[in-house]
């Protein structure tokens, strides 16, 4: 989901892989300090200078915490994380905050330089997954938090879905091993829709899929592309995994992200999904136009009204909430008892911090109830909130439906995750699908040779 983040929006960046990932994951965000006068050049210096190995980096002073993240100021999760600020500074006197906002993607590209330079952060968040924090952790890039994750009690606040991507072995491989992350929210996808552009057509909500389909051509007859949709980032790969995992199951899904199996990517879950997708191209589901779109371009389509259907993450949520001036909802992908999803980007503490305690000490903070609330109020997926203490309707629906999927094992990560550079291929694999330049099988002839060449012999 790395997947850029915002600023772009916060939106962006996720579930992309990480090399990606994420999520997802965008523009580029402006970068920023809070609480201090350096400039936001300063760090492009910094970064410059360190990928020469002419920087020293920050001072072990046990006064600062250099602290980066791409969550945007208007997302639950930037809200929550500047709450945080507050209190640990309220809560360690003396002690400043350097925080910057970086993009998504540009995080994704320079995490390995960085962390393996003297410029390395205290604390940063990262995507998760095989081919983002696996790969930094078998590189050995990140700290170990097994001792502190034991001793502050996180592992007795995160449940078995969400710890999945906290985890990773000597491989990389998430699951099991050494504590690498911390994630202190979860994130799944579902189907938006405007209510207001549905009763305008006279358009039921949909609860199956053939109701779906039926819905998207009612929006097709009148002239209306009915999925926003982004084929040069993560957004189109996502509709596509979604078809594939309604005809899977937890087996497949364990072969293909977690290498317990074989994958067979001519099966019949992919191919359905890989069909599926094209179809809806030539159905006008999709517009043909999208293979160059990104998601930011996919999301404003939707809060301006001009797509009636957006199926993403609920790193959304936050921002249809506050900008989207139409009556909307959402519902989980009908006829599915799968879907993407898993714990959120985690809180990676590098190999080479200088404050690690402060670092953990910010982590703590983040998983406190007070902090947890805040972040579910606001429209995001708690992982230790009180359910009580969230008050908004739409976001005590979104908690609920996450609770359900947890619950039901119904959470399938994100399909660019098993291996490193996934992510590229296919975003550039479904853009061919987007355009008509390859088929079905084609598309999966390339995936398929793509995650065999480096996903690890187990």
């Known amino acids: 989901m790395l997947t850029a983040r915002r ?12 090399e990606s990932t994420p999520s997802t994951r965008p523009p580029a ?5 809070r609480r201090t006068a350096v400039a936001a050049a300063a760090l492009s210096g910094a970064l410059l200078l360190a990928s020469c190995g002419g920087s020293d980096g920050g001072a072990a002073d046990g006064a600062t915490l250099r602290l980066w993240h791409y969550e945007g100021p208007d997302s639950a999760m930037g809200v929550a994380w500047n709450a945080a600020i507050k209190e640990f500074e309220r809560t360690h006197p003396g002690v400043r905050v350097e925080f ?52 502050r009690g996180w592992d007795k606040k995160l449940g ?39 009763a305008e057509h006279g358009v039921d909500e949909p609860t199956t899929l053939a109701e779906l389909t039926s819905a998207m051509d009612e929006f097709v007859d009148a002239g209306i592309t009915p999925l926003a949709n982004a ?68 999301g404003v389509s939707f ?5 009636p259907i957006l199926f993403s993450g609920s790193w959304w949520y936050g921002r249809f909430t506050e900008e989207a001036s139409f009556d909307w909802g959402t519902f989980l992908w009908p006829d599915s008892e799968l879907t993407l999803g ?25 998983l406190s109830e007070k902090i947890q609330n805040l972040l579910g109020d606001k429209g995001g997926v708690p992982v230790a909130a009180d359910p009580a203490a969230v008050t908004d309707p739409r976001a005590k629906a979104l908690i609920d439906d996450f609770t359900t ?33 390859a088929s079905p099988d084609a598309f999966l002839d390339a995936i398929g040779e793509a995650y065999e060449k480096d996903a690890p012999k187990r």
């Open 100 to 151: 910057e906002e970086k993009g998504f993607e540009q995080i994704r590209k320079t995490a390995p330089m960085v962390l393996n330079s003297s410029d390395a952060p205290d604390l940063m968040e990262y995507n998760k997954g095989n081919a983002s924090a696996g790969l930094l952790s078998r590189q050995g890039l990140l700290t170990d938090l097994g001792p502190e994750v034991v001793k």
């Open 342 to 366: 898993s714990g959120g980007n985690l809180w990676v503490v590098p190999e080479g911090a200088k404050n690690k305690e402060l670092a953990y000490d910010f982590i703590d903070i983040t």
């Open 160 to 198: 078995a879905a969400v710890r999945t991507v906290s985890q990773y072995d000597a491989d990389g491989v998430m699951g099991s091993g050494t504590w690498f992350g911390v994630p202190n929210y979860a994130e799944y996808t579902m189907v938006f829709y405007n209510k207001d552009l549905f």
């Open 7 to 18: 600023r772009t929006t916060a939106a962006e960046r996720r579930g992309t892989n990480e």
């Open 231 to 298: 084929g040069a980032e993560y957004m189109a790969q996502q509709y596509l995994y979604q078809l594939a995992l309604s005809r899977a199951d937890r087996a497949w899904v364990d072969a293909y992200q977690l290498y317990r199996g074989e994958p067979d990517f001519h099966d019949a879950a992919w191919t359905y999904g890989a069909r599926t997708f094209a179809e809806w191209v030539e159905k006008g589901y999709i517009s043909e136009r999208s293979s160059g779109t990104k998601s930011e371009d996919a």
């Open 303 to 307: 809060i301006r009204g001009k797509a």
């Open 29 to 33: 965000a402006a970068a920023r300090r």
């Open 405 to 437: 999927l947890a619950r039901d094992d119904g959470l399938a990560f994100y399909p660019d995750w098993p291996v490193a550079g996934f992510y590229d291929v296919l975003v550039s694999e479904t853009q061919k699908l987007i355009t008509g330049d």
